[in-house]
């Protein structure tokens, strides 16, 4: 059985999304998750894009010590230099160098010519091996590049000392015929490939990514690179929970492979590296999406009931799927409710568990049936990494279709109570308008989103926003059955945050 070896950009080719910043905390975060979940690879950055940057993989690499740490750089000497100070503490580290080898990307973009680039690409591997001896590199836009030229690139990056041979489909235009075509070409046309693992790297602009993914496996690839839930430039990255849900569930097809990927924490995963990007997954994407096990049609659900494998082609446990199942109420005690959040993975301290708890009690009261999605999205909400520097008090608002909606909130600031009110075009933005007062802060709210966690009237409203402020962007979550309750925490969610960066 070979191992496909599972390389998360998540952090890297996944913060690159547009409007998915992540702080280093939150990336470090993301990395622990990654690695509990059996992740070979982390790439945790690209060192060389700021300072910032350069730290936060750092502070990575000296704290996750299972999976290799990769951080990525151009084939010039400071991105390699920075790569190489960002990851040098880590137990297993790696430098991944990316140039371009399309006719169009050579000409408009690199103004080089093909001997320049080979010439270039073999300078910098050596000078990357000279750090270490795993080195990854990518042709980019490899999938566009004239064939002959690719195979004499990879050729001679693998004697310079590349480990890896990454094949990049950078703008996701291959098909899955193709792509594996080209995988099977340079296993047959580059003289040394078996001194260097064959990886692949798709992009999701034809919807085709984890297709062409899966085509290359069964062409010989044994490294792919992907991201959680699909995130990244454009249309994203292959998404790791379809591909390594696909090996898993079609060993018919994967017989000879497979990846040591714990499918049972993907749906965990998902849900952390949404709610940290502020990225909400599609009810209807596969395998991580609410509706994924969700049976609406009369036919389907008795279907299910008499024999599940009718319609299910997957457990949903075996992601991590808990369902909506009713779990706790009112009346379930302290010790039932740490029990569940431990099967839901969580482990608390006796403090988060406290406020947790209260928080627990006070739905209990509104609401009848507490499902697990709740209870995650109070863990979510409450368990925070930051320590609040702004704390709800209370608030009242005023609204209706005849009158202009007003807002009176208080804040607890440093141990002092502090309250402001405001009128707004709403409910929410006159609260949001009072919090602006009492803070002094200038929030832009660039984005918005409310959806119910659970089905009912009683439902939990989850607030997901994105908040620019002191030139700063971060997003940020809060839940209630009070839509307007969600939308004040999760605004003051996202203020503390900016003030912690
Ligand atoms: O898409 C791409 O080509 C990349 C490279 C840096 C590997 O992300
Ligand atoms: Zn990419």
Same mark, same amino acid.
């Given at each position: 059985m070979d191992k496909i070896i599972i390389f998360d950009t998540t952090l890297r080719d996944g913060e690159q999304a547009p409007g998915a910043s992540l702080n280093p905390k939150e990336k470090l975060e993301i990395a622990h998750a990654l690695s509990d979940m059996g992740v070979d690879i982390i790439e945790a /950055? %690209?060192? $060389?894009?700021? #300072? /910032? =940057?350069? *730290?936060?993989?750092?502070? $990575?690499? !000296?704290?996750?010590? /299972?999976?290799?740490?990769? /951080?990525? @750089?151009?084939?010039? #000497? @400071? &991105?390699? &230099?920075?790569?190489? =100070?960002? +990851? !040098?503490?880590?137990?297993?580290?790696? $430098?991944?160098?990316? *140039?371009?080898?399309? !006719? $169009?990307?050579?000409?408009? !973009?690199? #103004?080089? @010519? =093909? &001997? =320049?680039?080979?010439? *270039?690409? +073999?300078? %910098?591997?050596?000078?990357? #091996?000279? %750090?270490?001896? &795993?080195?990854? %590199?990518?042709?980019e836009d490899a999938s566009r590049t004239e064939r002959e030229f690719l195979f004499q690139v990879v050729e001679a990056v693998i004697d310079a000392g590349a480990t890896t041979v990454n094949i990049p489909d950078t703008v996701g235009y291959t098909e899955p015929a193709e792509y594996g075509c080209l995988i099977k070409a340079i296993k047959e046309n580059v003289p040394n490939i078996d001194k260097a693992i064959i990886s692949v790297h798709c992009h999701n602009d034809l919807g085709l990514a984890v297709a062409n993914s899966l085509e290359a496996i069964k062409n010989g690839a044994r490294q792919v690179e992907c991201t959680i839930n699909g995130i990244g430039e454009r249309a994203g990255n292959a998404s790791m929970e379809e591909i390594v849900m696909s090996i898993r569930t079609r060993r018919d097809i994967f017989s000879d492979v497979d990846t040591q990927i714990k499918t049972n924490s993907i749906y965990k995963v998902s849900r952390l590296v949404s709610k940290l990007t502020g990225f909400v997954v599609a009810p209807n994407k596969a395998i991580v999406g609410g509706n994924a096990f969700r049976h609406e049609s009369g036919i389907h659900q008795d279907g299910v009931l008499k024999e599940r494998s009718t319609y299910e082609i997957i457990k949903p446990e075996d992601v991590g799927f808990t369902g909506t199942g009713i779990v706790l109420g009112k009346h379930s005690g302290r010790h039932a409710l740490a029990e569940r959040l431990k099967d839901l993975g969580f482990n608390l301290t006796t403090e988060q568990l406290n406020t947790v708890s209260e928080r627990f009690k006070a739905l209990a009261d509104k609401k009848k049936t507490i499902f697990d999605d709740d209870l995650i999205s109070i863990v979510e909400d409450e368990i925070k990494q930051i320590k609040p520097v702004w704390k709800l008090e209370g608030f009242v608002t005023n609204s209706g279709t005849k009158i202009t909606p007003t807002a009176e909130v208080e804040l607890k600031y440093k141990n002092k109570s502090l309250s402001a009110k405001s009128s707004g075009d709403g409910p929410v933005d006159a609260c949001f308008k009072a919090i602006d007062k009492i803070t002094g802060i200038k929030g832009e709210l660039q984005d918005y989103r409310i959806e119910a966690v659970t089905k009912g009237k009683d439902a939990l409203g989850e607030v997901s926003l994105k908040l620019k402020a002191k030139g700063k962007i971060v997003t940020a979550r809060a839940s209630s059955t009070d839509i307007i309750e969600s939308s004040v925490r999760a605004y003051i969610n996202a203020l503390n945050k900016i003030e912690s960066l």
């Open positions: /950055g %690209f060192p $060389i894009a700021s #300072k /910032g =940057e350069l *730290l936060s993989v750092q502070q $990575i690499a !000296k704290a996750i010590k /299972g999976p290799v740490i990769c /951080g990525l @750089a151009r084939a010039i #000497k @400071a &991105d390699i &230099d920075a790569a190489h =100070e960002a +990851v !040098k503490h880590a137990k297993h580290p790696r $430098i991944h160098v990316f *140039l371009a080898t399309s !006719k $169009i990307h050579m000409q408009y !973009k690199l #103004k080089k @010519a =093909e &001997d =320049e680039i080979l010439r *270039l690409a +073999v300078e %910098f591997t050596k000078y990357a #091996k000279r %750090f270490f001896p &795993d080195i990854e %590199f990518s042709p």
